[in-house]
């Protein structure tokens, strides 16, 4: 249990849900990631996640991508392998120590819709990476205008 007194529910809005985003570009920046293990326990995935950066009406939302790096499948982790090295490429961080090197470094994710085939519901994927071209490149601050300091 935790303690929540003080609360006021009247005094906040209600968050809204999350519908899916429409299709399209979006400059983004990785704001967090992690290996899990599989459901199985057998495999291991990067989950990576992205916020939505540009300015508008989706600006700060969060897409996830998960990348299954660590995977006895060879087909699934060269698939898996070509987006990361899609992503290092549009970050240009060729050859990364950690993920936590790819954080904070905007990029161009291209988002895709697709229908769920287990609950037919709409949902967010991420189909591509690439860099932001120079003209869309910000400038370097002490703080990122999204609102994380590097």
Known sequence: MADLNGFDAAAVEPSAGFEPIPA??????????EMKATKDGLNEYLQITFQVIEE?????????????????????????????????????????????DLHDIPL??????????????????IRGFSALAVQEKPVKAATAPWGRKK
């Open 24 to 33: 399209g570009q979006y400059q983004a920046v990785i704001t967090e990631s």
């Open 108 to 125: 161009v994710i291209k988002v895709e819709c697709r229908k769920r085939s287990d609950n037919g519901e709409i949902t967010n994927e």
């Open 56 to 100: 508008g009406e989706f600006k700060n939302r969060l897409l996830w991508s998960r990348l299954n790096i660590k995977h006895a499948a060879e087909k699934t982790r060269q698939f898996a392998q070509s987006d990361l090295s899609a992503i290092c490429r549009a970050v240009d961080v060729m050859q990364p120590g950690d993920s936590r």
